[in-house]
């Protein structure tokens, strides 16, 4: 059976309530709002950059396909300019001018061809570089964002560890000079008992687990010496008994 001062125990709960308070904090440092935005922002990204990705590829192998179409024509450019310069230089022979103006025709219709795919392919290069500058501006706009959301992050989880500190040091100096066996008990029903190992007997009922205390093991209570430290029945955790206990 564990003993301990009478006021040992009642200093109990205020260890107790910081050490709830530091749990609360914990989880308030776990679950910031800010950091579910972070996560929504970090799966954005991920999303973003890879159409990015995808879009500068792109644009990419479409400049490659304009610069292809774009010398192609240049080529074809090039022999009709050889060709009319040979037609035109009244040098050449019947025949060579007949085949000449041949070619020429010929070279017409594939410059045309050309030029219609060199247009097509711009088209689509300009409509992947529209695309392309969109979502770089979503980029920058989300980038804006994400420093905003970390900023607020560290702002907010120095607030909270400023003042888990504060109550750290609060709990040293409310457990200082405690009874030994009494902090251990404490400790161990505490760790069984989901971070609640005293609770206060107020008017007859444990507010641990905020169960009624049975009229007979409130007798038990009633008769134990003041140094003597009772358990709730239901929940096994330290009752602390006040002026207000009921008893």
Known sequence: MTTAPPEDQRRLLAVQALDTRTAQLAHRRRTLPVLARID??????????????????????????????????????????????????????????????SELTALARRRSDLEDVELEVMERLEAHESALAELTRASDV????????????????????????????????AAAGLDSELVALYEKVRAQSGGLGAAALHAGRCEGCRMEVNPKELGAIRGAAPEQVVRCEECGRILVRLADSGL
């Open 142 to 173: 989300l980038s804006a964002q994400e420093r905003a959301a970390t900023e607020e992050r560290e702002s907010e989880v120095a607030l909270v560890d400023a003042e888990a500190a504060e109550v750290a040091d609060k709990r040293v100096a």
């Open 40 to 101: 929504e922002l970090a799966a954005r990204r991920a999303d973003i950059d890879a159409a990015l990705v995808t879009s500068r590829t792109a644009v990419s192998d479409l400049r490659r396909e304009v610069a292809k179409a774009e010398a192609d024509v240049e080529q074809v450019r090039s022999r009709e300019a050889r060709d009319q310069g040979r037609l035109d230089s009244g040098r050449e022979s019947p025949k060579d001018l007949q085949a000449l103006t």
